[in-house]
């Protein structure tokens, strides 16, 4: 990994799998979105965190912009940097995917919060069968 890539990691929500996006500063900062997955929580902040906090033993990868436009490394690093301590997560609209995806190509994007929106998932998520969401996250790698 370099500083400034775009990184993710495979997290559980229960048993629903899902990837978690930052970008990776060094061993000692990555900067995420803190945002609870599958809920809108306006209070949710982009924040540092460790690497070993972002990925606690799993295996972590960067996501490849080979072939795209995508900022330098250092600005990506300065535009992360500049939205610390930004609230305002929303599942589908600003989540840690696309705060990543914006910092490295500055046009947000999520294609798992695409996929959801593809399954019909929609605004009342949190109240949803985890059975919808399990198979709307599962299509394919996100």
Not at 72 to 87: D, K, N
Not at 95 to 120: M, R, Y
Request: aromatic share 12%; proline share 4%.
């Amino acid at each position: 990994m370099e500083s400034g890539d775009h990184i993710c990691v495979r997290r559980l929500l229960g048993r629903i799998p899902y990837m978690h996006h930052g970008i990776y500063i060094s061993r000692s900062e990555v900067i995420h979105f803190d945002g609870a997955p599958l809920r809108d929580n306006k209070d949710s902040t982009i924040c540092y965190t460790t690497l070993s906090k972002f990925s606690p033993g799993d295996w972590t990868g960067v996501i490849p912009y080979k072939g795209y436009f995508h900022f330098s490394y250092a600005e990506v690093i300065e535009r992360a940097m500049s939205r610390v301590g930004e609230h305002g997560y929303n599942l589908f609209t600003w989540n840690c995917e696309h705060f990543a995806t914006w910092c490295v190509t500055d046009h947000p994007g999520s294609h798992q919060a695409a996929k959801l929106i593809a399954a019909g998932v929609g605004a009342g998520v949190a109240g949803v069968a985890g059975a919808g969401v399990a198979g709307a996250l599962q299509l394919g790698n996100v």
